[in-house]
């Protein structure tokens, strides 16, 4: 009988002394970027950069001696898409292939540079050199480039892209990607960019001549042709926008904070 009171006890004075201090807890620690701030980021123009032309289901031929049935981020581009991005005007309507309607965005580009080696890891400067990098903290091997939104500029002619392929004729050249250096392809008229058929048409671009061009936050471009097609594109499927899982984590980050602030304030926790 004692025994059970003194256990009695014991366990009240335990259930006393958690109700005054609280569970223990781990504080959140560094915060997620906030991707809000960075829609107003200006970035630099790459200027006077040669432009050629390329699509999805080119064949070899010339100088180019890699099929773009395949991206360096999809193995199946030309199946994703839809079919066979056709750069015949007369085979295209709309900025897109007349035969299909595009499951991708027509507006795309290649620039030559792939931030990951394989599906495992990324290049090792490709943390340093990428911008966004810290902001999205993508999972090894999982590009962050893939996706991300150009703005192109000719002869007073404002168009907008997204990255979808690496290249022309390099894949590691993030000097002049990402530090402003001169391409260092030197095939094709020191070829910089690769551009689809859409883009092509909507500046009426002949390929080999030069544009300006560079990164843009989604939140600054304008509607436009851009924006009408394909699931890889934020204007047609918001979930395809990485800030969008960038700001989730933010919220989810403020939550904790939140909860961790009122325990500390009204438990008496002390962050434990």
């Known amino acids: 009988m004692i025994r059970l009171l003194f256990i009695t006890l014991l366990f009240s004075a335990w259930a006393s002394l958690w109700a005054q201090n609280g569970p223990r807890v781990n504080a959140p620690t560094k915060a997620p970027p906030n991707p809000y701030q960075y829609i107003r980021t200006v970035y630099p123009w790459r200027k006077n950069v040669t432009a050629t032309v390329f699509w999805i289901g080119e064949k070899p031929g010339g100088r180019n001696t890699t099929s773009n049935h395949h ?10 898409f839809g079919g066979y991005d056709n750069p015949d005007p007369g085979a295209r309507e709309k900025f897109a292939p007349k035969a299909f309607s595009p499951r991708l965005n027509p507006f795309y580009i290649a620039l030559p540079y792939n931030d990951c080696l394989d599906h495992r890891k990324h290049r090792p400067e490709a943390s340093q050199v990428v911008p966004w990098f810290a902001r999205y903290n993508p999972k090894p091997g999982t590009s962050c480039c893939h996706g991300r939104w150009l703005q192109l500029y000719y002869k007073g002619k404002v168009c907008y892209a997204q990255w979808e392929d690496c290249g022309p004729f390099v894949t590691d050249d993030w000097k002049y990607v990402f530090g402003g250096q001169a391409p260092r392809n030197h095939e094709n008229g ?15 671009l002949k390929s ?6 560079r990164f843009v936050e989604f939140g600054n471009i304008p509607r436009g042709p851009w924006s009408w097609y394909g699931s890889n594109n934020p204007f047609v499927n918001p979930e395809s926008n990485p800030d969008l899982k960038a700001a989730r984590r933010y919220y ?6 939140q909860i961790e602030e009122y325990r500390q304030r009204h438990l008496g926790t002390g962050g434990r």
Do not use: C, T
Not at 252 to 257: F, H, I, N, S, W
């Open 71 to 80: 991206s360096s981020w999809d193995g199946e581009w030309q199946k994703n």
């Open 190 to 204: 020191k070829a910089g960019i690769d551009v689809s058929p859409a883009v092509r048409d909507f500046l009426a």
């Open 208 to 213: 080999g001549e030069k544009v300006h061009w």
């Open 252 to 257: 989810e980050y403020l939550k904790k904070r």
